[in-house]
């Protein structure tokens, strides 16, 4: 059994409305130190496989079949035996 943890976050051309929104009420509470906020989402994945490489490869087909946009969203996958 693998886990996959799969970070998807707007592409940095794609502007982030809920990041925007989100810096403007951390600047209102005082944290000007903070520069820019991108919103995104974690997913995980509980995946049975018989090796590292084939649930890296599930999790990659999952995410451009259904959980990302690959228009807008980059994503970045994590694997680890549990």
């Known amino acids: 059994m693998y886990k996959a ?7 940095k051309s794609i502007l ?5 929104a989100a810096h403007h009420a951390l600047q209102n509470l005082g944290l000007n130190e ?5 919103i995104g989402k974690l997913i995980e994945l509980d995946i049975n ?5 084939n649930a890296l490869e599930l999790a990659d087909i999952a995410c451009s079949k ?7 969203e ?4 994590e694997i680890e035996k549990v």
């Open 34 to 38: 903070i520069d820019q906020v991108r």
């Open 49 to 53: 496989a018989d090796s590292k490489k």
């Open 16 to 20: 982030d409305p809920k990041g925007k």
């Open 66 to 72: 259904l959980l990302a946009n690959e228009v807008m």
């Open 5 to 11: 943890k799969v970070n998807i976050t707007l592409r």
């Open 74 to 77: 980059d994503y970045h996958i």
